[in-house]
């Protein structure tokens, strides 16, 4: 385990004044869970205002995809992001291990840093694996976050798979880099998208960066995604739940996101406008406030960032969403 300490960003939480800048120790831990090594980056904050968040990125993020986040998020809990096995820079899995599988990896990771309880966000493939989390684990859960996630994989993804493997292993990279990034980014002219052309050149660095492993990783982890249940219709919990995605996501849709923010109990749903699926890039500081906001029970109408706010569980156990009190709020 490698440890050191910084300091936060004076970043302004709730209450009337300005939070003083937060000293956290950074922490990078390796675990063990059914023989299969992961790594965790925890980012510890001695005056959290509510539980850890426990961040599951998407297939293609690993753990410090979320370090520019931090100066947000950092000053208000304890963070932490997580290399599961079968992505980032743990161990390589065999597509037989499923969400079942991964979920109770989490609860593992849960365990040996010893937090009982989390705020839990999941995003994209990581909302698949929270979702079967929820399901299976509620008692570790204060609030559960899904961005970009869906019922089912899209039919027309779901098609494109075996070519995609078949374009890895023959080595058709930049074929592969041009056509993801077409598929996770909503076409041009589709809607005003935040850093669209930035963001778009940056996932096409990221997909043609790839190391040799980390494209046998994609390739397993597409018949992963092939080989077990998206979702499976078990009892979720009522906890406070929040599903958003970018307003012009054309991979994960609005609509199927009200979808899965219909499964759930407690649940609140909107977009973030000028985004697509990409948006925790494309939209970081804002994404951030929303997150912060969730977690730490603060209001979530009135944003000007967002869409409106949709109610659509059974209302028990739901985050308050009064308008803001701007003495309370979390700025960006």
Known sequence: ?????????????????????????????????????YRCRVVRQDRSLTAPLLVLGGSSQNRYAWVRHEKWLAPLFTMVTVDLPGYGTADFLPARHGLDFLAANVRHLLTELAMPEVNLLGVCFGGAIALR????????????????????IPDDYAEAVPRWTRMLERGAHAEIATELVRRFMSPPGFGPVRKHEIVSRLLYAQFMRQSPEELRMSVEHNDRLLSHDWYRDEPLPTVPSLVFTGEYDTLCTPAMGREVAALLPASTFTTLK?????????????F????????T??????LAYCNELEQLGTGAGRRDVRAPDAEASVPV
């Open 133 to 152: 989390f929820a399901q299976h684990y509620p008692e570790h859960l204060v609030a559960l976050g899904l961005v970009g996630m869906t019922k089912a």
């Open 274 to 286: 000028e985004a697509d699926h990409l948006v925790p890039v494309e939209r970081m500081a804002e």
């Open 297 to 302: 029970g603060q209001p979530l109408t009135g």
């Open 1 to 37: 385990m490698r440890s050191d300490v910084n300091v936060a960003q004076d970043t302004p939480a709730s209450g009337s004044g300005r939070m003083p800048p937060a000293p956290v120790r950074v922490e990078e831990r390796e675990l063990v869970f059914e023989g299969y090594r």
């Open 288 to 295: 951030s406030e929303l997150i912060a906001r969730f977690c």
